[in-house]
């Protein structure tokens, strides 16, 4: 009997993909994160460049457009001295009628090294991953509602640097969690680090119940959700949610979600305050909880170059 | 008396544009394969460069869209170490009002080396090569109906790379001839290079009778077209042909021109089969044809990046 | 008491930002312009790149198109070895509802050392100068109606080199002057230089009366608004303003204003004519006089390259 591998690894275990953190082991998860520990200074010296990637073409394939999160692997990319070409998809050949995997045959017969696949539709680059050689790798950069696994770690990555250990963390994830890929993502990667308290906190409509089978409480009101927590995740509430059949207003949810100084008393006296941005101030935070002590958003934002840097450059030393 | 100068070539014969493969002599195709030859390994080795257009800047001017295009000239130049400026020209200075020779004109007092050159309008390339000082380089990535140099040596590589030799070849270019740029400089390299058999193939509407004038056969009917060749040349169908006054429908032109699995037995058994791309599966190709053992197509991508390579390192050597 | 001290120097004096030619030294222009002849040279090197700004992020951010500009910053850059991310802002973070200090302090975060910026709203540059940290430094490509501070530095190279000083010039500035940012800083920079003559000229729509405070001479006939200058400065009519409320038509305004060869006889023999481009042949200038002798239009673009390199590799070198 041969147990089906997961895509992510090749035979010797080795992480040659990046397309969730579901699946992924303490110890890889870990790795991840001891790498990228190497590479947050680089972003701090005078030359902020490593040869790693010397002569690698990295495409950013970004089917769904995003600016912000093509430009963090591009600056990745570029600091690990690859060469970065930004595929603008909705004007190239996928509007001539190519199909994906055509797409991606082509671009591979150009020598591609690192596929960076931000697509509208969840499991895309699984099928991306399934179809490229050995020596071409896939890095998720936000799949639908399913994955956004560098997301993920460099949130893990904050919280660790904060806090130091995930063992004894109380962890709350506050908004549209239904729709986040950042929320599914974190839930799996802390709960493989070893979060002992994990809850989701927002409305019915917004927090599905059956999340309690991953592993996580299920809070409909806040206070009772960051009641004592260390860390408080807020999610950004996308514009489309706002005045729809799934919440009345973004007044009415601030109204009773919305992070306030006076409500973050209810957590920890040094509980962080993370946000994977960008923020509606006003909506699912107050302007003065973004720019308080407590908020660690922009710290987020500069280790998540480091954990790019460490993601690309541990898959591409691996062969599938 | 004074000959007329080819525009395409300096005082001494040596190419300083590519604009047409139209004018080139056999023995110029020839050194631009031979150096495409040194190139593809380039794209195969752990770094993907080499210092020869270290500091040169290359302007990739594209007036008309392809992304594709675009990116092979841009993954060539970088391979080069060239820097490369991707001027989107739909937004810039020429949606002002700018005209053509004064876009040329600002951009060259930049300094620039390397101007790639894509247009709607046959000859903007020339146009631009004729007004441009002796050191800087017009590369034609498509004009018109004119011409596509770069596409017709990168099929000449491809034949040559699996055919070994032009002498004794059967070619037969299937579809939309009459439209179409590459088949019309594809007519012309295999002609210069020897090529003793040139079908051109397809319904009345697309293949003009004149086109015998070029020194290639006119074929009306699939079978005899591929009859016994060696190479088929499959054409894209562009959309606006599709269900316009020249075809009835993309249907109707699969059922007597698309390349089967049956009909290509109707060439040689070791007859390869060759696509610009982007592919319309289904409509001038069968999937199975695209995806069986004969289509080198993914092969004429990965050349093509050797082949833009040589072009634009042999015009930045000579001067005008 | 304390003096406000000018946001575009340090406390030693040194320049951190480029943000307006208003306020600075003639030290402080000459001192660029003297830096900027070191990197004229650099543009007609085989290498044209030196390593100044290796390793270090530039980031153009452009709330307003400008294709042209882009590209000289983007280049600029490019010489000096820099990374360069060019984001396209209409597409990004800043229209999904992120304010712009949010966008920058994002930015911040990824280790950015130069934000070159340009934006319709006056002042927007002088906002994130005093928001960013130490270490990270502001170019104005062009804000609202206020300043455009490199082009008239590069304005200012070019009468430099071709008239050697400005202690005895006459110089007219011809058109829409009333909303021009060039004029604007162009006035200022001839002023510190020491400038005695400078005229504006043009319609009273379009050359407000209160323009002689800022010490110019006010001339809405271009006879007497040109006559014996050594340089003519010719302003871009905008498309907007060429059949509104300010001004009949195009037509009507080559009639008065446009700059002919007979009407250019009225400056002295040796003028220069300069436009910031791009041009309106037939509206501002006649054709000839773009392609004729007298014409430096082209110098400023290539000045350009140069004054931006200066410009970057000056205030990178300080610590604000």
Same mark, same amino acid.
């Given at each position: 009997?041969?147990?089906?591998?997961?895509?992510?690894?090749?035979?010797?275990?080795?992480?040659?993909?990046?397309?969730?953190?579901?699946?992924?082991?303490?110890?890889?998860?870990?790795?991840?994160?001891?790498?990228?520990?190497?590479?947050?200074?680089?972003?701090?010296?005078?030359?902020?460049?490593?040869?790693?990637?010397?002569?690698? /073409? $990295?495409?950013?394939?970004?089917?769904?457009?995003?600016? =912000?999160?093509?430009?963090?692997?591009?600056? +990745?990319? *570029?600091? @690990?001295?690859?060469?970065?070409?930004?595929?603008?998809?909705?004007?190239?050949?996928?509007?001539?009628?190519?199909?994906?995997?055509?797409?991606?045959?082509?671009?591979?017969?150009?020598?591609?090294?690192?596929?960076?696949?931000?697509?509208?539709?969840?499991?895309?680059?699984?099928?991306?991953?399934?179809?490229?050689?050995?020596?071409?790798?896939?890095?998720?950069?936000?799949?639908?509602?399913?994955?956004?696994?560098?997301?993920?770690?460099?949130?893990?990555?904050?919280?660790?640097?904060?806090?130091?250990?995930?063992?004894?963390? /109380? $962890?709350?994830?506050?908004?549209?969690?239904?729709?986040? =890929?950042?929320?599914?993502?974190?839930?799996? +990667?802390? *709960?493989? @680090?070893?979060?002992?308290?994990?809850?989701?906190?927002?409305?019915?409509?917004?927090?599905?119940?059956?999340?309690?089978?991953?592993?996580?409480?299920?809070?409909?009101?806040?206070?009772?959700?960051?009641?004592?927590?260390?860390?408080?995740?807020?999610?950004?509430?996308?514009?489309?949610?706002?005045?729809?059949?799934?919440?009345?207003?973004?007044?009415?949810?601030?109204?009773?979600?919305?992070?306030?100084?006076?409500?973050?008393?209810?957590?920890?006296?040094?509980?962080?305050?993370?946000?994977?941005?960008?923020?509606?101030?006003?909506?699912?935070?107050?302007?003065?909880?973004?720019?308080?002590?407590?908020?660690?958003?922009?710290?987020?934002?500069?280790?998540?170059?480091?954990?790019?840097?460490?993601?690309?450059?541990?898959?591409?030393?691996?062969?599938?």
């Amino acid at each position: 009997m041969r147990t089906q591998r997961n895509p992510q690894l090749n035979a010797n275990g080795e992480l040659i993909h990046l397309l969730s953190t579901e699946g992924l082991s303490k110890e890889m998860l870990t790795h991840i994160l001891d790498t990228a520990t190497n590479f947050v200074s680089v972003s701090d010296r005078e030359v902020k460049k490593v040869p790693l990637l010397r002569g690698k /073409s $990295v495409f950013n394939l970004f089917f769904e457009n995003s600016t =912000r999160t093509r430009t963090t692997f591009d600056i +990745a990319a *570029t600091r @690990l001295s690859a060469d970065v070409v930004n595929l603008d998809i909705a004007r190239s050949s996928a509007s001539k009628g190519e199909s994906l995997l055509d797409t991606i045959d082509n671009l591979s017969a150009m020598a591609a090294d690192i596929f960076v696949v931000r697509h509208n539709e969840s499991g895309a680059p699984y099928l991306i991953a399934q179809h490229v050689g050995p020596h071409v790798h896939v890095v998720n950069a936000g799949d639908g509602r399913h994955a956004h696994p560098t997301q993920a770690l460099l949130d893990m990555y904050t919280i660790r640097h904060f806090k130091g250990d995930f063992s004894n963390l /109380s $962890v709350a994830i506050v908004g549209d969690v239904a729709h986040s =890929r950042v929320a599914r993502s974190n839930i799996h +990667a802390l *709960t493989t @680090l070893g979060c002992p308290d994990l809850r989701v906190v927002g409305p019915k409509t917004l927090v599905p119940n059956d999340m309690a089978q991953m592993g996580v409480r299920v809070c409909n009101d806040l206070r009772s959700g960051i009641d004592g927590v260390d860390v408080v995740i807020t999610l950004r509430l996308q514009n489309e949610r706002m005045s729809g059949a799934l919440l009345p207003s973004a007044q009415e949810f601030f109204k009773s979600y919305g992070l306030t100084p006076e409500r973050l008393q209810w957590a920890k006296p040094d509980a962080i305050v993370m946000h994977p941005g960008p923020i509606n101030r006003g909506v699912e935070i107050a302007s003065s909880v973004v720019d308080g002590p407590q908020a660690v958003i922009l710290s987020q934002v500069t280790f998540g170059i480091a954990v790019r840097m460490a993601v690309m450059s541990i898959v591409a030393s691996h062969e599938g």
